[in-house]
């Protein structure tokens, strides 16, 4: 098989794969179509997502069918005030052996596949610190031992919008090490009435499995191998630059309103949510329309508003209006 050949039947099978898992989640996922897209963008790059949305949107359901679809174990931390940060990564525990006190490493739900931290901004800042190291690093360090978690290592949050009682803000060192934000609307028309529909009457059949670990593993790699280089991979530090105040091509309102821009982790959630973008239309490199098809959820939580940003009520999503409105196609 020659090398060409051998391309276009692995981008085949990835467009396959994305096709089969995105129609399961269907199924039992209503409507959401851009943030199921998102959160497979997420997957496939390897990264972490952040689900924003008032309570009742379907977020933790989404996750949860995400989980029943693959073969990886699933994990789930419910956040409340008075949650522990040992309660999210495990703690040393005393036990007896021979008679003799020994000392063992309990772990804790974030040693999973697939962890659905919900409502995260209801955890104190100690609490939402503690996943820090694990997103970053894929370990956790207790009592001075690391402990690493087995590959692929995947993190949902959900999170309510921060004008909501009982709301911690996340730390900028987190929000960063997400690699997209994904927006969740209220549902309206046909969607509201098939909710309605689905969740009154009788049990749904649990979601069929599309994937195992080993192959999402496979896809995760190959998602690696798509070619960035010439426009796309000076469009994407054109943007990045864009978003701070101090940047070259910065638009108005980022340098009135921003006071820090997306960092080079940025770049990066650009250049692989650009790279499952081109896989899914089926193009072995990376277009500029695959990094702009991604700015937004790549970008909208890397834009930190200043006093007179908060105090006006400037918004992310319409200074990323100005960004992309600046930065030529």
């Keep these: 098989m020659s090398a060409r050949a051998e391309v276009e039947r692995e981008m085949e099978g990835f467009r396959n794969a994305h096709a ?3 129609a399961a989640l269907s199924e ?11 959160i497979l963008t997420a997957l496939f790059a390897g990264g972490h997502a952040l689900l924003e949305g008032v309570p009742g949107l379907g977020k933790t359901l989404l996750v949860r069918t995400l989980a029943g679809t ?9 956040c409340t005030p008075d949650l522990m940060p040992a309660d999210v990564t495990g703690t040393t525990v005393v036990s007896e052996e021979d008679g003799k006190r020994v000392f063992a490493f309990r772990p804790g739900p974030v040693f999973t596949h697939l962890l659905l931290v919900d409502e995260v901004n209801r955890a104190t800042p100690k609490t939402q610190s503690a996943l820090l190291e694990a997103m970053e690093e894929h370990a956790v360090t207790v009592a001075g031992k690391t402990h690493r978690i087995e590959e692929p290592f995947l993190v949902l949050a959900t999170q309510n919008p921060l004008e909501m009682e009982g709301t911690f803000p996340l730390p900028e060192a987190q929000l960063d090490r997400f690699l997209l934000k994904v927006l969740f609307r209220s549902p309206t028309g046909e969607d509201l009435l098939t909710i309605v529909d689905r969740t009154t009457g009788a049990p749904t059949a649990p979601p069929r499995r599309v994937l195992e670990g080993p192959g999402v593993r496979e896809l995760q790699a190959l998602v690696r191998e798509v070619v960035l280089d010439g426009p796309a991979r000076t469009h994407i530090a054109a943007l990045v630059e864009a978003t701070s105040p101090g940047g070259k091509g910065a638009p108005a309102g980022v340098r009135r309103y921003v006071r820090f821009g997306a960092s080079p982790r940025g770049a990066q959630a650009l250049a692989l949510g650009g790279k499952v973008h081109a896989l899914v239309t089926g193009r072995p490199h990376v277009s500029v329309a695959d990094v702009r098809a991604v700015a937004r959820p790549a970008l909208r939580h890397r ?7 908060e105090a006006e009520g400037a918004s992310a999503e319409t200074l990323l209006d100005e960004v992309l409105a600046a930065v030529p196609a």
């Design 20 to 22: 089969q898992l995105r």
């Design 28 to 38: 039992i996922v209503v409507g959401h179509e851009e943030p199921l897209d998102q």
């Design 70 to 78: 693959l073969g990886l174990s699933f994990g789930r931390v419910q």
């Design 303 to 309: 834009l930190l508003l200043n006093f007179e940003g």
